[in-house]
């Protein structure tokens, strides 16, 4: 069974930056997609980034292209989200998560980062930006 453990959230200044990491164990992760994900209070859980198993495709969501960067190291079984210059709107929990990428007919599809694709999660770590 696929086990994720985030780590890194916590409390940055607007404009500061953050690593959150995520530690995958149970299974090689180079078979696996990864995302992270987001949920601010009262609102929908939302898809952040995405990287495929082999790292050729990767999403970003609109608002946080060109402030975070996800990557995996397959090798150590992590995964992580760079975030730069973060902004108020940026507070959340913020999920890791994984799956097969078991797509229909094997075609990716438009939507492949949000969550319905994903079946493993992990428990989630606060990222509270404020001044």
């Known amino acids: 069974q696929l086990q994720l453990v985030e780590s890194g959230g916590g409390l940055v200044q607007p404009g500061g930056s953050l690593r959150l990491g995520c530690a995958v164990s149970?299974?090689?992760?180079?078979?696996?997609?990864v995302g992270w994900f987001r949920q601010a209070p009262g609102k929908e859980r939302e898809g952040v980034s995405c990287m495929s198993s082999g790292g050729r495709y990767t999403d970003y969501l609109e608002s946080v292209k060109g402030r975070f960067t996800i990557s995996k190291d397959n090798r150590e079984n992590m995964v992580y989200l760079q975030m730069n210059n973060l902004k108020p709107e940026d507070t959340a929990i913020y999920y890791c998560?994984?799956?097969?990428?078991?797509?229909?007919?094997?075609?990716?599809?438009?939507?492949?980062?949000?969550?319905?694709?994903?079946?493993?999660w992990g428990q989630g770590t606060q990222v509270t930006v404020s001044s």
């Open positions: 998560a994984a799956d097969l990428e078991t797509y229909t007919g094997n075609i990716r599809p438009n939507d492949w980062c949000t969550s319905r694709f994903f079946g493993s």
């Open positions: 149970g299974f090689p992760l180079d078979a696996y997609g």
